[in-house]
């Protein structure tokens, strides 16, 4: 997606993008960071804040994920902290009944000062403080979120997991220079596929983002991948090639935590 300040403009982008995924087959779909708010300015997110369990935006989480009988994963929404002056940046996960049934509010909050291009995100994001995940008909699925990429530790604290999910909104900046290899260095430490939905375009309120949306297998082999500006990314989880990968090189079992 490329997300703008209009709420209701975002939200329905994303259902035609939903409708079109479930079309094309998808059985669980993933949404961008800030998907349904690129705020013009943070007061404009606090406003937009919701409270868990009631909002329009999870309202319409909900209500698509029944309607096309999908999961969904909510790209991030600003929900309530604990300090009002900012808010979490969370992911919410809704089952193909459109009934909530995971959270995860971003950990590692980006911040990069380069001559202009200043972001500081510890100013107005509350950080969470659990990893994240839950079991669907995909088997186990860990989140995280844009910057997230960059802490491995995280995605060892998951555990085994079949897919991880990783909304973003990663910069043009960085993304061309570390977006790719990251995904695929997270997705061949850890054996399993992994699903990148990335804002990627320029933005009204003048960020510009790389995109790169795709999708990777355990063997970092990119499956699908859209460069940059609104559409959908779709491609086939196999179990058997996900087995295979981990029996063939078993380095989930050669670990030895215990020395670190």
């Not at 319409?60 to 808010?87: M, Q, S, Y």
């Not at 009944?97 to 911040?111: C, E, M, P, T, W």
């Not at 659990?130 to 669907?136: I, K, L, P, Q, Y």
Request: net charge negative; hydrophobic share 45%.
């Amino acid at each position: 997606m490329v997300s703008g300040a209009d709420m209701s403009a975002n939200l329905a982008a994303a259902d035609e993008l939903i409708g079109e995924a479930a079309a094309r087959g998808a059985q669980m779909v993933a949404l961008p960071e800030h998907f349904s708010l690129m705020a013009a300015s943070e007061a404009d997110r606090l406003r937009a804040c919701e409270r868990e369990g009631s909002g329009p935006v999870q309202d319409f989480l909900g209500e698509a994920a029944a309607r096309h009988g999908i999961w969904i994963v909510g790209g991030t929404l600003p929900l309530a902290a604990d300090n009002p002056k900012k808010t979490r940046n969370a992911v919410l996960v809704f089952d193909d009944s459109g009934n909530q049934v995971a959270r995860y509010d971003k950990i590692h909050l980006f911040g990069f000062s380069r001559d202009e291009e200043q972001y500081d995100e510890d100013a107005s994001i509350e950080p969470g403080s659990r990893v994240a995940c839950f079991d669907s008909p995909a088997g186990k699925i860990g989140l995280a979120v844009c910057y997230d990429l960059r802490f491995p530790e995280l995605f060892r604290a998951m555990g085994k997991v079949d897919l991880i999910v990783l909304p973003a909104a990663f910069t043009r900046t960085t993304g061309l220079a570390h977006w790719e290899t990251l995904l695929r260095a997270r997705a061949i430490e850890n054996q399993c596929y992994l699903a990148a939905a990335a804002q990627g375009g320029a933005h009204p309120n003048g960020r510009s983002t790389w995109g790169h949306s795709m999708i990777v297998d355990p063997w970092g082999d990119i499956l699908a991948c859209r460069p940059e500006g609104a559409g959908v990314v779709v491609a086939d989880l196999d179990p058997v090639w996900l087995v295979t990968v981990r029996k063939c090189l078993p380095a989930l079992s050669h670990r030895r935590p215990e020395l670190f």
